[in-house]
């Protein structure tokens, strides 16, 4: 089994950048299909971004394409999520996610592992 540390988040302004980091542990990274989720309060769950196995194929919500770009590091055993232009309905807990098979449709029930999220608080 996979464990997913997360880290990165922050408050920030409108208009800012951050970068969260996945750490992942116990297994073999490079097999898994990874992905970005964020939960805004009283809301469900959603897709944020994702990436195959070998980084090659990426996936984007239709909200952050071209403002966020999720990049691994198989060797580091990391992946990240590049966010700019930050703006206050971006506020969320950000998730790391790990699946066994890439998803044909990314969504909560498509991932196999979780982190615990990090806080991503945007001040308008």
């Known amino acids: 089994q996979v464990q997913l540390a997360e880290s990165g988040g922050g408050l920030v302004q409108a208009g800012a950048s951050l970068r969260l980091s996945c750490v992942a542990s116990g297994r073999t990274f490079s097999p898994y299909a990874m992905g970005w989720f964020r939960q805004a309060p009283e809301k469900e769950r959603e897709f944020v971004a994702g990436?195959?196995?070998?980084?090659?194929?990426?996936y984007y919500a239709d909200s952050v394409k071209g403002r966020f770009t999720i990049s691994r590091d198989n060797v580091k055993n990391t992946m990240y999520l590049q966010m700019n232009s930050l703006k206050p309905e971006d506020t969320a807990v950000y998730y790391c996610?790990?699946?066994?098979?890439?998803?044909?449709?990314?969504?909560?029930?498509?991932?196999?592992?979780w982190g615990k999220g990090t806080l991503v608080t945007v001040s308008s």
């Open positions: 996610a790990a699946a066994n098979v890439r998803p044909r449709r990314w969504s909560v029930d498509s991932m196999d592992y």
């Open positions: 990436i195959s196995s070998g980084g090659s194929s990426t």
